[in-house]
């Protein structure tokens, strides 16, 4: 058996102290002062700063106290539902199967139905942990912003259950697309208050809300829905949305007897991806892909993938890929899916995309809208909109894979709230 | 004021003690770049030092500006409207600055700053003739590159205090700027008697702790507002009323002038 060669950047390394050797992504993250390698931090005027401090400190706390996780534990089984089924696509697969490039290929697709979860997706497992952090600091009213109105939802939901005043903040073009959402955050007691400054869509729910935190920062809490933000909120959303990824490995264990060889997640602010890949992140045989919004085209202001199209750059409080011109204006970004309909995306993500630790790629309109169908033709569950991104692409992924080979998609949510927006994309009439 | 040479940090230095020499206040007065359409900016500038401005902010169209109210937000959504460029700002400074005596100061976000570079866009302010720069959504943690690289071109470097912000933070805070220190008092907080108090206690603590001059800004919109914060700060900032007002007035640079002259008549002392 041959020596293995020398490693030939040997030479290169001694000579130029610039360069470093490829970093290896690592679940220890992020660092004290809230950096994914150089992604992350807090970018916020100062009237934030000690909110977030007392937020950091109080998730410290909690994150020691069993209480705090076995209150949580309570209200994820009985309220939320979990765990959540990881459901084998047998038509789906199927599909994939006999669309697949060569013979022995197709592999087996799995969905981790957090469309199950009450109120019908992921956004839930956050919502909670937050609102109970937020009755450990004393702070009685919440706000949030939401883009589908999935989160705005979520953060109802918790506040109804746990007794707190919640406002939502939603940009008037989603208010639009996602009615079904508005209805029922109003019949949970929320206050709903649409945005129409700006493109009217999630980035700008989101300014608002951070406005309205800046003058209320001492008897609110700020709910966000997403893996971006400022530190500590990037890690915090991660955290409770990581059960997703320990009940996809416990479940993948005992189904497939064996890891899944892949993982795919849509990624618009990311934290579905994040909640699911979390887990797997040191495991370093699974790929783990992410799919952003492709929208018409790979134009600016066609699109949401900042991870694939844009470049690292500051939003909304942390440094992370970002949709900017040159001179760092955030672009106008499309998606079909309110969801993904996004400029920026999660620090957390950013950094693994510079580890190499997980595949990012894109699904357009086109695509997505026809694995909406596609799944509800095949196995009878209509996702939302932003989930059928992953759809596609575990589809396509599944044919060039062997078929006895597994792939899990984190099957995010269920696609009700879409059913309109769908019927207009697809010409169905009622 | 006639001193043309001084410049950056110095020029800074020079209207706060120039003020001081004359138990004055100094005027701070805020506008957005290319605000409103169809003024130029360099008249503005020239009309806001004729009415008594020491200082004058300009704050850089942002597509995101979260920390700015409804006024300026919609100022700058509304020149960006226009497609104007950060390289127009910088170059309708540069071709006014020599007529000038004021400070000028950018505010401006760090996501257009670390878009242009970040200690490489400090650099470009100070070529195009700004003697110092806010970001106010870059708290003093994140700040340490962007103060090394002012201070490399002599600009000053200015932080924000906010009401929120403990005392031993405060004076960190005050320590790291250059120029001046940015003290938020909370908004929507109006009337004599109720502002001074709420900043001398604050303002007693940074003097005493040896802070730069202190700029205090909270919603000042009359003489009586700037009287009651210069008797124990050094310097008023006068934001949205003034962007209000020139997006209402049909002669934008009259009224800036106009307006600054009303509100100097506060910054006297004695």
Known sequence: MATPPPPTHAATDATSPESEAPVRATMAVPDADGRFGQFGGRYVPETLIAALDQLAEVYQKASNDERFWDDLRQLEKHFTGRPTPLYRAESLSRHARKHADKKNHGATIWLKREDLAHTGAHKINNTLGQALLAKRMGKKRIIAETGAGQHGVATATACANLGLECYVYMGAEDVRRQHLNVVRMKLLGATVIPVESGSKTLKDATNEAMRDWMGSVETTHYILGSVVGPHPFPAIVRDFQSIIGRETKAQSLRHMEAMPNAI??????????????????????????GVEAGGRSSNAGDHAAPLTLGSPGVLHGSMSYVLQDADGQTQNVHSCSAGLDYPGVGPEHSYWKDTARVEYTVCTDDEALAAFTLLARTEGIIPALETAHAIHEAVRLAGEMPSDQHIVVNCSGRGDKDVDEAARLLGIES | M??????????????????????????????????????????????????????????????????DGGVIAAAMHEVLQTGRTVEQLLSEVRSVRSELSIGIVAMVSVSLVEKLGGAAFVRTLADAGFDGVIVPDMPLEESARYREAASRVGLGFTLLIAPTSQPSRAIEIAKASTGFVYLMARTGITGEQTQAPLISKPVAGLREAGSPPIAVGFGISSPEHVRAVVAVADAAIVGSALVRRLADSTSPAAEAEAFCRALAAGLDRS
Not at chain 2, 12 to 25: I, P, Q, S, T, Y
Request: hydrophobic share 45%.
């Open chain 2, 2 to 67: 006639s001193d043309q040479g001084a410049s950056g940090v110095d020029r800074l230095d020079r209207v706060f003690a120039e003020a001081r020499e004359v138990n004055r206040g100094v005027l701070m007065p805020f506008v957005v770049g290319g605000h409103p359409a169809g003024t130029s900016l360099p008249d503005l500038l020239r009309a806001l030092e004729r009415g008594g401005a020491g200082v004058v902010e300009i704050g850089f169209p942002f597509s995101d500006p979260v920390a």
């Open chain 1, 264 to 289: 795919v997640a849509c990624v618009g602010g990311g934290s579905n991806a994040a909640g699911i890949f979390f887990a797997f992140i040191e495991d370093h045989d699974v790929r783990l892909i």
